[in-house]
C-alpha cells in the first residue's frame, strides 16, 4: 500500500485515532487526526522515530512515538484475524510505513523505514507465539480493554520486548 503526500490514502478511514495492518509486504500505520500541523508533519520525517512492540496477555502491540513533536500511539495487531498470516513471516527485514491522515483523508506525513534483521526475528518470534497460542476474541477483547484502561501508550514502553529507533 503506497500513498504520497497530499494524495488520497488508499484506504477509506472513518473515524480519527490508528489503525494498522500487514499490507503488501509491509506494516502500515496509519494515525487520523483533523489536522496536523507543519511542525509534526516535518517531525515525522526529520525527528527520531520509535518502534516498540509489546506483547501483553497475547496480544501484539505497537507503539510510535516522533521525538517532541507525536505522543506515543498504540497499534493493536491481531494476528488471527489476518487474511494470510504466513505472508508476514516471509521477511527478513520487515518494513513499515508510517502515515499521518487528515480528516479529508488526505496523506498528511509518510515515513517508511525498515526493522533490522534483528528485530524483525524478534518481532516474527513473539507473533509466531501469539498465533500459536490459544484464541478466542471475547478473551481477546476482554484483555485489550483492560490493558487500554490499565496503562497510556508511553507507559507500556518499559515492557517492550523489541525496540528499534530511526534516525
Known amino acids: 500500500m503506497k500513498a504520497e503526500v497530499n494524495e488520497k490514502f488508499p484506504v477509506e478511514i472513518e473515524a480519527d ?35 516498540d512492540l509489546v ?9 510510535i ?24 513471516f516471509e521477511k527478513e527485514c520487515m518494513p513499515c510505513s508510517i502515515y499521518l491522515i487528515d480528516d479529508k483523508n488526505m ?5 517508511h523505514v525498515t526493522l533490522s534483521k534483528e528485530g524483525t526475528g524478534i518481532l516474527l518470534t513473539q507473533l509466531k507465539k501469539v498465533q500459536e497460542a490459544p484464541y478466542q476474541e471475547a478473551e481477546f477483547d476482554c484483555n485489550l480493554e483492560g490493558i487500554q484502561n490499565t496503562w497510556e501508550p508511553f507507559e507500556l514502553q518499559e515492557f517492550a520486548v523489541m525496540k528499534e529507533v530511526f534516525h
Open 17 to 51: 485515532g490508528t489503525i494498522m495492518d500487514f499490507v503488501d509486504g509491509e506494516f502500515v500505520f496509519v494515525i487520523k487526526d483533523q489536522e496536523w500541523t507543519d511542525f509534526e508533519k516535518t517531525a515525522l520525517r526529520r525527528n527520531e522515530l520509535e518502534i
Open 55 to 63: 506483547v501483553k496477555y497475547d496480544i501484539p502491540m505497537f507503539l
Open 65 to 88: 512515538t516522533v521525538l517532541d513533536a507525536i505522543d506515543t500511539s498504540d497499534f493493536i495487531f491481531n494476528i488471527h484475524e489476518h487474511e494470510e498470516p504466513s505472508l508476514i
Open 107 to 111: 496523506v498528511a506525513g509518510v515515513k
